[in-house]
């Protein structure tokens, strides 16, 4: 049973990871959270240095659900995350059509890891740390990590927070039901391109839906709210994101021949040449199918597993996955 002196590991501090941490911790249990990254985020990531930052991971959020509503409300109210109404387009190999929409888009503000840094700034964080084994003894979770080897403490219960094949992985030889479903989930890798400008570029569009390429979004990342203080060096940063299907294909491929097929691509909708670029892959990003579990939470060995690949994709999904496993924990 869970008590209210139970502790609990959740491992992964992306936003779901976060979203179930927080809940548990409010409602009084012992929360640890493990993340294998120096810093929280997860997919919603910003990459940052002393002379520019570029968001290549998700690029904004909507929310549609009146809990993360609410929720994203508590984010704008605390300035972590604001409006992003951008100039959109779509164009679809033939044409541009526009998509400027009156729908909400949020982003993290001054970056997208905001929000993640708001809700992670309670918590008992152990960053760096990659759990690469999780055994049951005696009805506790013994964890050890890459970097650590045998952690000290042992715990009650176990949530993991992470992409599908992961959670398979680290789940196959303790719960191998679990990582059978978390198996049946595929997730494919997604090609990111941050390129700085010294000029900027006179496009109609802050962000721009591709069909038909091997790009699929296109964005000028200094558009978001409160960007343009940090980016000092140069006059524009943009992010260029390769389709999901040619970025499987493309996955091996040496990232400078990547960038240069990414950027020919740009130019044919209106980019240029960048002074500097950056690329980034995104292993496990996005879902080719999606579990419609919500959650899951195993009573009998206590564990559960959170994550958008339960949710239907997005920050929103994740979010309330999290959120989902956790109300549900306390309720058990
Ligand atoms: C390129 C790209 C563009 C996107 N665009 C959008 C968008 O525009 N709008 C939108 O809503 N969503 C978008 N998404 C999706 C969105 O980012 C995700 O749905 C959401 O962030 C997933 O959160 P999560 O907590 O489920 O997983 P993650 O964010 O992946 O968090 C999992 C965490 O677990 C950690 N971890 C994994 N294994 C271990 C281990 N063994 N030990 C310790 N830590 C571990 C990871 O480091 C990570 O921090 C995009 C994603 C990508 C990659």
Same mark, same amino acid.
């Given at each position: 049973?869970?008590?209210?002196?139970?502790?609990?590991?959740?491992?992964?501090?992306?936003?779901?990871?976060?979203?179930?941490?927080?809940?548990?911790?409010?409602?009084?249990?012992?929360?640890?959270?493990?993340?294998?990254?120096?810093?929280?985020?997860?997919?919603?990531?910003?990459?940052?240095?002393?002379?520019?930052?570029?968001?290549?991971?998700?690029?904004?959020?909507?929310?549609?659900?009146?809990?993360?509503?609410?929720?994203?409300?508590?984010?704008?109210?605390?300035?972590?995350?604001?409006?992003?109404?951008?100039?959109?387009?779509?164009?679809?190999?033939?044409?541009?059509?526009?998509?400027?929409?009156?729908?909400?888009?949020?982003?993290?503000?001054?970056?997208?890891?905001?929000? $993640?840094?708001?809700?992670? !700034?309670?918590?008992?964080? *152990?960053?760096?740390?990659?759990? =690469? /084994?999780? +055994? %049951?003894?005696?009805?506790?979770?013994?964890?050890?990590?890459?970097?650590?080897?045998?952690?000290?403490?042992?715990?009650?219960?176990?949530?993991?927070?992470?992409?599908?094949?992961?959670?398979?992985?680290?789940?196959?030889?303790?719960?191998?039901?679990?990582?059978?479903?978390? $198996?049946?989930?595929?997730? !494919?890798?997604?090609?990111? *391109?941050?390129?700085?400008?010294? =000029? /900027?570029? +006179? %496009?109609?569009?802050?962000?721009?839906?591709?069909?038909?390429?091997?790009?699929?979004?296109?964005?000028?990342?200094?558009?978001?709210?409160?960007?343009?203080?940090?980016?000092?060096?140069?006059?524009?940063?943009?992010?260029?994101?390769?389709?999901?299907?040619?970025?499987?294909?493309?996955?091996?491929?040496?990232?400078?021949?990547?960038?240069?097929?990414?950027?020919?691509?740009?130019?044919?909708?209106?980019?240029?040449?960048?002074?500097?670029?950056?690329?980034?892959?995104?292993?496990?990003?996005?879902?080719?199918?999606?579990?419609?579990?919500?959650?899951?939470?195993?009573?009998?060995?206590?564990?559960?597993?959170?994550?958008?690949?339960?949710?239907?994709?997005?920050?929103?999904?994740?979010?309330?996955?999290?959120?989902?496993?956790?109300?549900?924990?306390?309720?058990?």
């Amino acid at each position: 049973m869970i008590k209210q002196q139970s502790k609990i590991a959740v491992i992964g501090a992306g936003i779901s990871g976060l979203a179930c941490a927080t809940t548990l911790q409010n409602a009084g249990l012992e929360v640890t959270v493990f993340e294998k990254s120096r810093g929280v985020s997860g997919r919603m990531s910003t990459r940052v240095n002393n002379q520019w930052q570029c968001d290549h991971g998700a690029q904004y959020f909507t929310a549609s659900n009146p809990q993360f509503a609410a929720e994203v409300q508590r984010w704008h109210e605390a300035g972590v995350a604001k409006l992003w109404q951008p100039r959109l387009q779509m164009f679809d190999g033939v044409k541009f059509t526009d998509k400027t929409s009156l729908k909400y888009r949020y982003v993290g503000v001054p970056r997208q890891t905001s929000p $993640a840094k708001f809700l992670a !700034q309670n918590l008992n964080l *152990l960053a760096s740390t990659t759990i =690469n /084994k999780v +055994e %049951l003894i005696d009805n506790q979770w013994q964890l050890s990590s890459k970097e650590h080897g045998q952690l000290n403490h042992v715990f009650d219960a176990l949530i993991l927070a992470m992409p599908s094949p992961q959670a398979k992985v680290l789940l196959e030889s303790s719960a191998p039901k679990l990582a059978k479903v978390a $198996a049946s989930v595929v997730m !494919q890798g997604y090609w990111s *391109l941050m390129c700085c400008f010294n =000029n /900027k570029l +006179e %496009l109609p569009f802050d962000g721009l839906f591709v069909q038909n390429s091997l790009l699929s979004w296109v964005a000028r990342d200094n558009a978001k709210p409160c960007r343009t203080l940090y980016n000092t060096a140069y006059s524009e940063i943009w992010v260029l994101h390769a389709s999901g299907e040619w970025s499987e294909i493309h996955i091996d491929e040496n990232a400078d021949i990547v960038a240069e097929k990414m950027i020919t691509e740009f130019i044919k909708l209106g980019g240029s040449i960048p002074q500097a670029y950056t690329t980034h892959l995104w292993r496990y990003a996005d879902c080719a199918n999606y579990s419609t579990l919500g959650y899951i939470w195993d009573n009998a060995i206590h564990v559960g597993l959170c994550g958008d690949w339960l949710n239907g994709g997005k920050v929103q999904g994740a979010w309330l996955s999290g959120q989902l496993l956790a109300e549900q924990l306390l309720k058990t």
